[in-house]
């Protein structure tokens, strides 16, 4: 359990903190999608705050199992957010925040098995 503890979190980490980077640049693909889902730009940088502060936390949940929960369970509710976003105005293109979704579920339950949470 403790290697796929070990991958998810650090994967999930990385997906976010890509993603996290893509929002501090304004990356087109980013702009496309807040339009889409009409959001305004000028929440991309404090989305991506959000998302950059969940992928330290689940890191420094390998020294504080705490803060990696808080911090997967922080993404899975941002994630229920994302794809929320994308059914309020019909959008079916949410494939991307329902795998990231996908991965913070994931994060979080190997976090909570991991450290004996049931």
Not at 4 to 23: E, F, G, K, P, R
Request: glycine share 8%; charged share 10%; aromatic share 10%.
């Amino acid at each position: 359990m403790h290697v796929t503890y070990l991958v998810i979190t650090i994967i999930a980490a990385m997906a976010n903190a890509y993603a996290a980077s893509l929002d501090f640049v304004g990356a087109e693909s980013v702009k496309v999608v807040a339009d889409r889902v009409q959001v305004s730009r000028r929440w991309m940088v404090p989305l991506g705050m959000l998302l950059a502060s969940g992928a330290v936390g689940l890191l420094a949940g390998f020294a504080v199992p705490a803060l990696g929960t808080a911090a997967a369970s922080g993404l899975v509710l941002y994630f229920i957010c994302a794809v929320t976003a994308h059914l309020r105005v019909r959008d079916h293109g949410f494939g991307g925040a329902m795998f990231f979704l996908l991965l913070a579920v994931a994060a979080l339950i190997t976090s909570l098995a991991y450290h004996n949470h049931w």
